[in-house]
């Protein structure tokens, strides 16, 4: 049954497709031969970084968690700006997670991940807010998303990645003593930027992507939206040789090698990232996966859809990662 939601914009943000339909769409191309070459690699020049790692405390809205301001280096020479989360009393901590945000930045930390079981890292990638770089542009998604972009191994992506690979040694080094598990959560551009850099640090043992950007970029070269991945797709127009880059950064290729277990929440009307390119991502995750439906993202929802679709999503967080890990 087709999801008709009135909007206005010239195209229609379900791209034909109906919540059946979305789970049958695949990218049936092969990714490039030297794929997970390319990644292995730049993980691996990634951690040769060291951290140089500084921390200042900030007063804390809540007496029983320090809130720390946190700057690292991260591949290839960029200076990341994060905020931390962590309970002051330590003897129930268990897992550290790392934050990914979304296409828009991160000015402050984000208090609904606090909980007594876990340290929380809330990174920015570089280019954004605290991670500002004069050789990038700032707080800008549509001239960020193409930088670099004439090669893969100039392409600000693969810095983006490098941010949250980085996530565990910093989490580590602010609860020294303390083993962590590694729990991952990025939604849209930190679903996607999650989805590319997950299958390559084997520390990070479950996710939660919620609508995956950067998926299924054959579709999306052809699709109009109002997200970033339209600045590719008129860069593209120019520029046709950029799709040998874009190969590289697909997140579908990524997923299918992703093993761990992964819950993803992928909207069904989108008119920001294309929903087949999302469950494309869902659909080709290799390990044990979940999935939420969500109606519609990067757009205006009745509060009853949002409660209503948010209390299935956690339920399967739950069920298939853990209360822990959730």
Not at 70 to 91: C, H, K
Not at 205 to 210: C, D, P, S
Not at 288 to 312: C, M
Request: negative net charge.
């Amino acid at each position: 049954m087709r999801i008709d939601i009135p909007h206005p914009f010239p195209f229609d943000p379900t791209y034909g497709y109906t919540p059946e339909s979305l789970l049958h769409v695949h990218m049936d191309a092969p990714s490039p031969s030297d794929f997970g070459d390319f990644w292995s690699g730049l993980r691996e020049r990634a951690r040769t970084v060291p951290l140089n790692l500084a921390v200042s405390e900030i007063d804390s809205p809540d007496p029983a968690y320090r809130l720390l301001r946190v700057d690292y280096s991260s591949f290839p020479d960029y200076r990341i700006g994060a905020w931390a989360i962590v309970p002051r009393d330590l003897s129930d901590v268990r897992s550290g997670r790392i934050v990914g945000h979304g296409y828009g930045g991160r000015e402050a930390a984000d208090w609904t991940h606090a909980h007594p079981s876990r340290a929380v890292l809330l990174p920015v990638a570089p280019g954004f807010h605290i991670s500002a770089d004069p050789r990038l542009p700032l707080n800008d998604c549509w001239q960020h998303v193409i930088h670099g972009i004439g090669s893969p191994g100039t392409y600000i992506l693969g810095p983006c990645a490098a941010t949250f690979w980085a996530g565990p040694d910093v989490l580590s080094a602010l609860v020294p003593g303390v083993s962590l598990r590694f729990h991952y959560v990025g939604w849209s551009f930190g679903g996607g930027i999650g989805t590319l850099m997950l299958p390559w640090e084997p520390r990070y043992e479950t996710a939660e992507i919620g609508q995956p950007t950067f998926g299924n970029h054959p579709f999306r070269l052809r699709h109009e939206c109002v997200g970033s991945a339209e600045a590719v797709r008129r860069l593209w127009l120019e520029r046709p040789g950029i799709a040998q880059t874009l190969q590289y950064f697909d997140a579908v290729f990524a997923a299918r090698n992703l093993a761990i277990p992964a819950v993803y929440a992928c909207s069904q009307f989108d008119p920001s990232v294309p929903p087949p390119g999302q469950f494309s991502v869902y659909n080709a995750h290799a390990g044990p996966k979940r999935l939420s439906p969500f109606t519609s993202g990067h757009f205006e929802e009745t509060i009853s859809d949002i409660i209503a679709e948010n209390r299935v999503h956690a339920m399967n967080l739950r069920e298939l990662l853990g209360p822990a890990m959730s």
